[in-house]
């Protein structure tokens, strides 16, 4: 049943292909339509989420930022769908790095890095453009599926040339990996964890926030610098990433110092262009013991 749903899947993604992106977008539009106003996906989530983070903004303000995060989500959905089948140099003419300087110095001079980002913009173009833009090999971790057919799939599809997936049920084992040349360890992490117990909390959105530990807890055992990635919307299908220091001596540094500075850094982003975020994840769901 697992090959079947496999050859399904391959069959409709196939279809992507031959689509061009201004035909996708328009199906886009058709798609906003239906989940914000028909399907109501997740609406509740979404308008607390939204009402929570910006308390000092009318119903009014609230609703258009509810509306460009649905539009937004379903361009996220048809790019990611399109990004099966582009090649890695189409994917880097829409999704551009910035500032890559200090980048390459550091790789030049054999230290490893830690990346972090958020769900913001678009994440999930990184893994195929970052392979010929930095000197870095790219490093991403994420959470393997149950059918092993897709999910080898999307080892093949979601990195391409010199980029990696690695399971995040093994993080320790990849940062003690030995990858043949330097590698930045892309981490997407600002989900919540799965137990306040294990969480470190920090003020993000205007609110009590639960967050992950592991990109803080490898940068202070490893010593790896702990670097910014910032991900702007230009237009539909059209990102840049700019790159920030977050710390370069993360082993210096007190529990929750990394963490706190990176949400900080998160939250002044999606300021900026809220409707950019996921909005639609429950982020908040957990309370602080």
Request: with cysteine; charged share 25%; aromatic share 16%.
């Amino acid at each position: 049943m697992d090959y079947l749903i496999y050859l399904v899947f391959r069959a409709f993604i196939s279809l992507f292909r031959f689509i061009p992106f201004r035909l996708l977008f328009g199906f886009a539009d058709l798609m906003y339509y239906l989940v914000y106003y028909v399907f109501g996906y997740r609406k509740k989530v979404v308008f607390e989420n939204l009402r929570k983070s910006f308390p000092s903004k009318s119903e009014e303000e609230i609703t258009g930022i509810a509306k460009g995060f649905y539009h937004h989500l379903t361009d996220m959905l048809i790019e990611s769908l399109k990004a099966f089948t582009m090649k890695e140099s189409a994917v880097v003419r829409r999704y551009r790095f910035q500032n890559t300087g200090f980048l390459d110095d550091l790789c030049r001079q054999g230290q490893q890095a830690i990346m972090v980002a958020g769900h913001y913009a678009n994440w999930e173009w990184a893994g195929i453009a970052a392979g010929s833009q930095i000197l870095y090999k790219p490093v991403g971790f994420y959470k393997p599926l149950s059918n092993k057919f897709i999910d080898r799939y999307i080892q093949h599809t979601r990195v391409r040339g010199r980029s990696r997936l690695a399971s995040i049920t093994k993080t320790a084992e990849t940062f003690k990996t030995d990858w043949g040349e330097p590698a930045a360890f892309y981490m997407v992490a600002d989900q919540s964890p799965s137990s306040a117990r294990l969480a470190l909390w920090v003020e993000f959105m205007n609110q009590d926030t639960a967050t992950l530990h592991g990109p803080e807890k490898y940068a202070r055992l490893t010593g790896y610098p702990v670097i910014f990635a910032s991900v702007k919307k230009v237009k539909r299908g059209y990102y840049t990433v700019d790159f920030r220091m977050l710390e370069s001596e993360p082993s210096k540094t007190k529990t929750g110092e990394i963490t706190g500075r990176f949400m900080k850094m998160l939250e002044e982003v999606v300021n900026e262009h809220p409707e950019y975020y996921l909005w639609s994840h429950r982020r908040w769901k957990l309370k602080r013991l």
